[in-house]
């Protein structure tokens, strides 16, 4: 059974950093794409960045590029997602999700089959 469990969320200042980890479990993936998510209040589910685990190949939203980093780690079979200035936009609950696709469609909701819970992080001004 697959499983995905997020965690590093937390309440920071406008300008801090958070590291999110995902510790995926249930299969091996180095076949799969591992995206973040993340859902504001009262707004859709969308896309932050993605990763195809064997290579290494990202996407980043635009709204995140040059703050997030993607990135895993092969012997925790971990994904991380490296957050630097931080901004009350960023604001959100963070889901972690795989998908068996590559490409760009990564960056929608469609492919992913196993989501995780998500984890709270919340930017105060």
């Known amino acids: 059974q697959v499983q995905l469990v997020e965690s590093g969320g937390g309440l920071v200042q406008a300008g801090a950093s958070l590291n999110l980890s995902c510790a995926a479990s249930?299969?091996?993936?180095?076949?799969?794409?591992m995206g973040w998510f993340r859902q504001a209040p009262g707004k859709e589910r969308e896309f932050v960045a993605a990763l195809k685990w064997s290579g290494g190949a990202t996407y980043l939203a635009d709204s995140v590029q040059g703050r997030f980093t993607i990135s895993r780690d092969n012997a925790k079979n971990m994904v991380c997602l490296l957050m630097n200035s931080l901004k009350p936009d960023d604001t959100g609950v963070y889901y972690c999700a795989a998908s068996q696709q590559w490409g760009r469609q990564v960056m929608s909701l469609i492919p992913y089959n196993y989501w995780g819970q998500g984890t709270q992080v919340i930017v105060s001004a």
């Open positions: 249930g299969r091996t993936f180095s076949s799969y794409a």
